[in-house]
T-cell receptor, first 114, second 109 residues
Framework: DAGVIQSPRHEVTEMGQEVTLRCKPI?????LFWYRQTMMRGLELLIYFNNNVPIDDSGMPEDRFSAKMPNASFSTLKIQPSEPRDSAVYFC????????????FGPGTRLTVT | AQRVTQPEKLLSVFKGAPVELKCNYS??????LFWYVQYSRQRLQLLLR??SRESIKGFTADLNKGETSFHLKKPFAQEEDSAMYYCALSGRGAQKLVFGQGTRLTINP
C-alpha cells in the first residue's frame, strides 16, 4: 500500500493564480483531513470529511479556500486566488473510524506563492 | 477552547541522556492525547496514544489530568530519536486533532 498520496509534491505559482492540491486516501479509510503547516502557526486542521461529507470546515481561513471530496478515493483543496501568505506545506491525512484511530499522513505539498 | 502547548521549539540532548518533551493542554472535557513524530524525509506518523498506555521505541507518556500535561519521556536517548515531535489532542468522541507547535529534538553523539 502506497499510503496517502498527494500531488503535486511541490507547487510554485504566482499571486492571483488558482491552485489545486490533490489527495488520495488509503483505501477503506472513511475520514479525510486537510492540514496546513507553517513556521508561525504550526500544524492546523483546515477541514475534514467523514464518508465524503464535510464535517468541520472551521479551520478554512477564508472563502478563497475550498475543498471537495467527490468520492471515497479522491479529495481536492483549491485556493482561488492564491496569495503569498498561503505559502505553506499542506498535508492530507486519512483514518478509519472515529477518535483514537490513527491518522495516516501523506508526504505533503509544499506550496510557494510569489 | 482546545489548545496544545509545547513550550520548547528546540531540544538538544546527548546520546544516552534522558529526554523529556513537554506538552500541556487546555480542554474542558476528557481529552484523548497523542504524540506524532516526523523523522527526516519521512511522513508524520503516530508514535503513541495515551489510552494505549504503551511504550514505543522506548518512549512513554503519562496523562496527568491535574497538571493537564502529557509529557513524552525516554530514559536513554538514541541518535535515531532525532526528529520533530508533535503533541496532539482530540475531544472524546471527536475526530478532529489539535496539534501543538512541535519540538525539534536533536540527539548529539
Amino acid at each position: 500500500d502506497a499510503g496517502v498520496i498527494q500531488s503535486p509534491r511541490h507547487e510554485v505559482t504566482e499571486m492571483g493564480q488558482e491552485v489545486t492540491l490533490r489527495c488520495k486516501p488509503i483505501s477503506g479509510h472513511n475520514s479525510l483531513f486537510w492540514y496546513r503547516q507553517t513556521m508561525m502557526r504550526g500544524l492546523e486542521l483546515l477541514i475534514y470529511f467523514n464518508n465524503n461529507v464535510p464535517i468541520d470546515d472551521s479551520g478554512m481561513p477564508e472563502d478563497r479556500f475550498s475543498a471537495k471530496m467527490p468520492n471515497a478515493s479522491f479529495s481536492t483543496l483549491k485556493i482561488q486566488p492564491s496569495e503569498p501568505r498561503d505559502s505553506a506545506v499542506y498535508f492530507c491525512a486519512s483514518s478509519f473510524g472515529g477518535t483514537s484511530y490513527e491518522q495516516y499522513f501523506g508526504p505533503g505539498t509544499r506550496l510557494t506563492v510569489t | 477552547a482546545q489548545r496544545v502547548t509545547q513550550p520548547e521549539k528546540l531540544l538538544s540532548v546527548f546520546k544516552g541522556a534522558p529526554v523529556e518533551l513537554k506538552c500541556n493542554y487546555s480542554y474542558s472535557g476528557s481529552p484523548e492525547l497523542f504524540w506524532y513524530v516526523q523523522y527526516s524525509r519521512q511522513r508524520l506518523q503516530l508514535l503513541l496514544r495515551h489510552i494505549s498506555r504503551e511504550s514505543i521505541k522506548g518512549f512513554t507518556a503519562d496523562l496527568n489530568k491535574g497538571e493537564t500535561s502529557f509529557h513524552l519521556k525516554k530514559p536513554f536517548a538514541q541518535e535515531e530519536d532525532s526528529a520533530m515531535y508533535y503533541c496532539a489532542l482530540s475531544g472524546r468522541g471527536a475526530q478532529k486533532l489539535v496539534f501543538g507547535q512541535g519540538t525539534r529534538l536533536t540527539i548529539n553523539p
